[in-house]
């Protein structure tokens, strides 16, 4: 049952971001009346687009966990990598896809970086 809810939970990340960008977030952009943050409006479709695509990755750290519990019980390790790579991960939108201007990367990278290292430790 836990690897059937983790493909679920998959797939509606895969389509939450398939059918998102497709039905929703290119209409919204075509907009005249976005709000113009830092001169103009790239900055604020980029946030909207990344702040989507943010919800299919947790989502898939979801599914990462949902899998393993299928195989039993997980150690704190495990549950801690899985943290930090989702965190890396949703780090990486905002880096990317505002060129670094939205700064929650930063918080993405450190909270990832922290779980990492305790998974190590």
């Known amino acids: ?69 299928a195989s039993g019980p997980v150690s704190t390790a495990l549950i801690l990598n899985v943290i930090g790579y989702t965190s890396i991960l949703s780090g990486l939108l905002p880096l990317v896809m505002t060129r670094g201007k939205h700064l929650s990367w930063l918080v993405f990278f450190l909270v990832g970086g922290i779980a990492l290292y305790k998974a190590g430790t």
């Open 1 to 69: 049952m836990l690897q059937l809810a983790a493909v679920l939970i998959f797939l509606l990340g895969l389509a939450h971001s398939l059918l998102g960008e497709r039905y929703i977030l290119t209409r919204l952009f075509r907009r005249e009346n976005l709000p113009k943050l830092l001169g103009g409006t790239a900055f604020t479709t980029q946030t909207l687009r990344f702040a989507w695509h943010i919800t299919t990755i947790a989502w898939w750290g979801f599914a990462v966990l949902l899998w393993q519990l």
